[in-house]
């Protein structure tokens, strides 16, 4: 029986729907049995989001992420910075953009030296962060420039489908320019890993083509013959299980995704349309590559709903079961 990790969850954005997702997924007892939860945020307004999703959860403050205070009615509350003053819902701040941050970097500090097992980010707002001075797209980036990580990648998982992507947020026509040999081998090996760390013991990874009908022999580009070949023949001189590039249309069928454990994707709505349509609403968002184990809910900050009481906590609650899961909780 392995011990129960202890997990840090960033608030997110104090604007958004980041504080009540957290506390209606640990209000959850089967989301509490999975970690020993610590919270990174501002306590005054995680309580006023408990008073807003009409939870039963008690919240303390905690000088550290140590703090004995946890139990299974009771989560501690640790905020590295100064206290959100008059927070409304639904806006974007600077200063919120600046806290979000905040908490991220004191648990990637926590956990870089091993006082949490790995940790939950709730939302954060990207025009917050660059009003506040920060020069990221978002948290992956942010994550890596942190933890020193070169290689990198976003898997979103949910409902059995796990998708790699070899590049994230960039415009389609620049999308080709970006793909090389390298970036897809390195994208296939982290899904390698990722998988062997789930218990997977011989990983079957199914690579995407990139143009339609994967390209078809090239008829209809050469990125397939040029790259994604050359990508996936290195990665099996390697030993991983890797077969491709499958048309993306066919390859995310149910019968034929079930053959493999994971599937690396060339561009980000490639992936994410199929992902999202299985597990839009549980779907979670996984860093790999890097030295610590970092997941969070597959959605954003939600303005609009932000301060009604009505956001969906299933996300949340996935994203810290994976995250025990990754650090090997025998429960999940």
């Not at 994230?168 to 090389?180: N, P, T």
């Not at 968002?285 to 969070?296: C, D, E, Q, W, Y």
Request: contains cysteine; proline residues 5%; aromatic residues 6%.
């Amino acid at each position: 029986m392995k011990r129960t990790p202890r997990l840090a969850i960033t608030m997110g954005d104090a604007g958004g729907i980041g504080p009540e997702v957290v506390v209606k997924a640990l209000a959850l007892s089967s989301t509490r049995s999975l970690c020993r939860a610590v919270v990174i945020g501002d306590i005054a307004v995680l309580r006023k989001s408990l008073r807003l999703a009409r939870v039963r959860i008690r919240l303390t403050p905690a000088r550290d992420v140590t703090d004995p205070a946890a139990s299974s009615t009771t989560i501690p509350v640790v905020n590295p910075c100064a206290p959100i003053r008059a927070q409304r819902w639904g806006v974007v701040r600077s200063a919120y953009g600046a806290a979000a941050m905040e908490y991220v970097r004191f648990a990637v500090g926590e956990a870089l030296a091993g006082r949490v097992d790995g940790i939950v980010t709730a939302p954060i707002c990207k025009e917050a962060i660059h009003r506040a001075g920060y020069d990221f797209e978002g948290h992956t980036d942010y994550l890596a420039h942190l933890t020193g990580t070169r290689d990198y990648a976003m898997m979103l998982t949910g409902q059995g489908l796990s998708v790699i992507l070899v590049t994230i947020h960039r415009a389609l026509a620049e999308v080709s320019g970006a793909l090389s040999r390298s970036t897809i081998l390195r994208s296939i090996r982290l899904a390698h890993h990722a998988c062997e760390r789930l218990g997977a013991r011989r990983p079957r990874i199914g690579v995407c083509g990139f143009n339609p009908h994967a390209g078809e022999a090239g008829a209809f580009g050469s990125e397939e013959k040029e790259k994604i070949v050359p990508a996936i023949r290195a990665a099996v001189r390697a030993g991983i299980n890797a077969k491709g590039p499958f048309p993306a249309d066919t390859l995310f069928v149910e019968k034929n995704r079930k053959r493999f454990d994971a599937i690396v994707a060339m561009y980000h709505d490639q992936g994410l349309i199929p992902l999202k349509m299985l597990a839009f609403d549980t779907g979670v968002n996984v860093t790999l590559g890097l030295p610590i184990v970092r997941t969070s809910p597959d959605h954003g900050t939600a303005f609009d709903i932000a301060g009604r009481g009505i956001a969906d906590p299933r996300s949340m609650a996935e994203a810290v079961r994976f995250a025990s899961r990754m650090c090997g909780h025998s429960h999940a």
